[in-house]
């Protein structure tokens, strides 16, 4: 299965691994390249002697083409600028729209993929000039908008002109990537899957708890204001989404109660201790769609081997009738 994504991101399959803010996916994402995909790392609330450490990991883990993920909340300026100088082949982002640092990273010979909730942020990402555009729908775990992926995605499409498009959120098997082309996308994020793959450096109750839970429990997290970082940029907007857990449910129903002064550095010092998913364990919906822990690699490979099969049925079933 190969789309023009492919061709722009020197990828064979159109798969791009989601990244994980502060969380260690060397492994993962080295495992998503090798199978053909665009592997990620995340960079969130890392020091930049820890992101240096994890980028040379990756570099002898791979030679394939790989992203490096910012976001507004917040921007380290100092790692975006060695992101630059480390020249993945791709930068992607979400939580907002920089125009300036589109400029930066196209000046540096960098590709730029940008995440988009709505069709808004998609007229400012081709205004922008970036070179793939990210649809991602409200069931996406992480932090995202509230459009589902079914509504948005088509709606990108619209209007992205020439750019491809890649749909995110909810995606979990082949029939996710085989709905996507369908809906004119040229390929698919997988993230929640991916958080329960073998290689991923999360606690095994978390990875226990996505293969055990249904859609419904994961919750969108309004409150999250009050002990994430602040955006580094007006107009930088993102809600998270949750498995539930003692924190999350009590911070939603009672935010008067959360401290951010005491809570904000009590979960980025868990987040970078491992402890994580103690507080937030971010997952999406299609959480209720994995029921096993597989290694990266093989997740890949069945989710394109699966959307070839589903669009081959799709095509037998309601391809033109037969001449009589």
């Known amino acids: 299965m190969r789309t023009p994504l492919c061709d722009v991101l020197g ?3 159109p798969v791009i691994g989601a990244p994980f803010g502060p969380f260690d996916q ?4 080295a495992a998503v390249c090798e199978a053909g995909g665009l592997g990620s790392l995340g960079t969130a609330v890392r020091p930049l002697p820890d992101l240096r450490r994890q980028w040379a ?13 910012h976001t507004l909340r917040p921007l380290n300026e ?10 993945p082949a791709a930068v992607s982002f979400h939580l907002g729209v920089p125009g300036d640092l589109v400029r930066r990273a196209h000046d540096a010979g960098v590709l730029w993929i940008q995440q988009v909730m709505d069709v808004d942020q998609a007229g400012q990402a081709v205004r922008a000039g970036v070179d793939v555009i990210v649809a991602q729908g409200g069931e996406a775990g992480g932090q995202g ?16 002109g020439d750019i491809p498009v890649v749909a995110a959120g909810g995606i979990a098997d082949g029939r996710g990537l085989a709905a996507a082309l369908a809906l004119g996308a040229q390929g698919v994020v997988i993230g929640t899957r991916l958080l329960a793959s073998v290689e991923m450096r999360i606690a095994g109750e978390w990875k226990e708890r996505i293969v055990a839970a249904d859609a419904r429990d994961t919750i969108k997290l309004a409150h999250s204001d ?9 107009g930088a907007y993102g ?6 857990t003692p924190f999350a449910e009590e911070a939603e129903e009672h935010p008067e109660r959360v401290d951010p002064a005491e809570a904000g550095p009590r979960l980025l010092e868990a987040m970078r201790g491992g402890r994580g998913h103690e507080f937030l364990p971010f997952t999406g919906q299609s959480a209720a769609l994995v029921h096993d822990v597989l290694p990266a690699a093989e997740i890949v490979r069945r989710t394109v081997a699966d959307a070839e099969a589903v669009l081959r ?7 033109p009738a037969a001449p009589r």
């Open 26 to 29: 060397v492994e993962v994402a």
């Open 145 to 160: 908008g509230e459009v589902s992926t079914m509504v948005l995605v088509p709606q990108v499409v619209d209007v992205a």
């Open 11 to 13: 990828i064979e399959v």
């Open 239 to 244: 809600v998270p989404r949750s498995l539930r």
């Open 78 to 87: 100092e790692a975006f600028e060695a992101t630059l100088a480390e020249r």
């Open 313 to 319: 049925r799709a095509a037998g079933a309601y391809g």
């Open 57 to 69: 990991r990756m570099r002898e883990s791979t030679d394939r083409p790989f992203a490096i993920n």
């Open 226 to 234: 009050r002990y994430l970082p602040p955006f580094s940029r007006p």
